[in-house]
């Protein structure tokens, strides 16, 4: 047993600072690899709402929001284009970016520990817990810019440790290469600077000796900044605000995002759900014994004499001043910007948790053997459970369906322009990715809801838009943006609405072939099946008002294995609606002799042999129930005009 904790212990004593980094680095990279987002985002959590925006931007060298962050989209693009080139998809190229940068700082919280005084393989152990956190994990499982932010962060709290020590010219120009960067990247690394002044204190002679070398060195992440203009003016087709206009360039350099996310209360019971936020997404990050011990520690340290004092006062001013900036850009929801705040918490939690294991092995063998296990077997449990969680953000493929229901609508014929229109956000990103990436929706003008909807009409286009954009902005919405009184709609297809100023429907390209009528002042003017894919039919049915409607009625959709149906289980699928087209347009908006065109997806199931697909319409009546119109029936087509 003695041989068993001396081999340890010479271990602990000899590990190599860089091969322990590069190691837990790999590991790191392994754990973020299995959970990585290889499509486009469909996520609505609050950890993802930007990378939908990053996942367009890096394929077409593109620009994002504030701040721009031009040096990671920069470096983002290239990344993105080489693995293009070799076949790799641009979202998952876009994932592995922010993955790689994740690693890396998982390696750079092993040597800032290692250079505050922990055993390697300790400092090992402790950098590990951030990786198993809920918020590097998933940041670095997503095409996000906060991995590379925490890189720069690590980076420059490394190099003023080294420089405090050595008063070296080189550990100080890449001190200041590494805080201005990672300044001018994101602005909140302002926050660590305390803690570089504190750890650079005894080297002030040297640093004003270096101080005009250190200024140029600095000035270099200014200038990255001209990449946002040259990718504007070299023909950039995403980016956000005006980066090509002088006004626009310095609004966004200058931009902070202060007075858009910092809000102060002066209500103390906000005050209190505030703290309660934030303790509560902090809990979800780590466990809270070990993010206790971690920080607890690096206080304790503040009480010893020497440099360990001054140590652990830098590092508590490291993550104190990202704790406060957490607090106060509280907006009443956890946002993305919250999320990303409390990163460098994590961090240096991690550092002073592989000071403490590594003071426990110094003091008693055994005592810090049963700490490391303690630890591990924590990090394995808070892993196990945090990974189902991140997988269902970066598995996510609701917005699929959205792409498929646009798709209906590609290549539409070159005399008819097609615009659609869908919510900027996760839909619109994730249309304009397929449209660019994966060559779907071809054919399609795709603008976001903040376009000039007036002018596209005006111009002659064919305006469409996902039903679902309704849940968010009404048809009364749109009549006001277009100045209209009222706004006709039809279906393009299942999913797929268009607005029209007049009917859009022609009566004369519509023969009443079917000419069914429903005895509700409806009638059905024709109506047509066809098969879309193997398990699938397409519905389309022409309504014809001839008189105005008293009632509000319904849709009843039925697909049947016999026909009528003998009992429920007959009925094989149903596609019933509140209301016409998708539910968006009421009988009571119809005028008389208006044709409306609406359709509707079927799904077979599995094994089914059905016959028929019977339509109606119903309403409900305060004492008699449902009333149904009469029923038509469409035989199912032959499956030779399957596509």
Known sequence: MMKFFEKIRTMLKEGNPKTWAAVTGLVALAL???????????????????????????????????????????????FVAALRAVGVQPAASASLFSALWGAASVALIVLLACELGASAPLAALGALATATATALWMDSSIAEVHTFTLFFTLASLLYAVRFGRSGTRRDLLLLALFFSQGVMHQRSVVAIGPAIAVLIWPQLRVLWRNIIPAIGVSFLAFLTYLYMPFRV???????????????????????????????????????????????????????????????????????????GQRYGLSMTLAWIPNLLVTL????????????????????????????????????????????????????????????????????????????????????????????????????????????????????????????????????????????????????????EELKVERLYLASAAPGVVEMSLTPPIDPASVPAARDFDLENGVHVRDAALEWVADDRLRLTVYWEALQPMENEYSVAVHLVAYDP??????????ADAPHPIDSWYPTSRWTPGEIVRDSYALLLPEGSAPVAVRVAMYRTDPEAGFLNTPWLSLPIPERSNLP
């Open 32 to 78: 973020f690899l299995s959970t990585l987002q290889l499509n486009v985002n469909s996520s609505l959590n609050s950890y993802a709402t930007d990378v939908g925006e990053i996942q367009n931007a890096l394929p077409r060298w593109g620009l994002i929001h504030y701040s721009g962050y031009p040096l990671y989209t920069a470096l983002g693009s290239l």
């Open 233 to 307: 003016w070299t023909g950039a087709t995403w980016f956000f605000g005006s980066p090509g206009t002088w006004d626009g360039f310095w609004a966004l350099v200058f931009d902070n995002r202060g007075g858009r996310v910092f809000r102060l209360d002066s209500d103390w019971d906000r005050w209190i759900k505030r703290i309660q936020t934030v303790t509560g997404i902090i809990a979800d990050d780590m466990a809270w014994p070990l993010l206790l011990l971690g920080l607890g520690a690096l206080a304790w340290l503040m009480l010893k004499k020497g440099k």
């Open 328 to 479: 106060v850009i509280w907006r009443g929801r956890v946002t993305d910007a919250q999320l990303a705040a409390k990163v460098p918490i994590l961090a240096i939690a991690s550092v002073g948790l592989a000071l403490l294991l590594t003071w426990l092995w110094q003091r008693s063998q055994r005592l810090g053997l049963l700490a490391s296990l303690a630890v591990t077997v924590a990090l394995i449990g808070w892993g196990w459970n945090v990974r189902p969680f991140i997988l269902s953000v970066t598995r996510d493929t609701t917005v699929e369906e959205v792409i498929a229901a646009a798709d209906q609508v590609s290549h539409p014929p070159a005399d008819r322009p097609t615009t659609l229109v869908s919510l900027w956000g996760t839909d619109y990103w994730a249309l304009a990715y397929a449209q660019e990436c994966r060559e779907q929706l071809q054919g399609l003008n795709l603008v976001d809801h903040n376009a000039n909807h007036r002018e596209i009409m005006a111009r002659g286009d064919r305006f469409l838009t996902v039903a679902k954009t309704f849940y968010v902005f009404p048809v009364s919405w749109w009549e």
């Open 565 to 574: 149906p003998r009992e429920a289980a007959d009925v094989l699928y149903q």
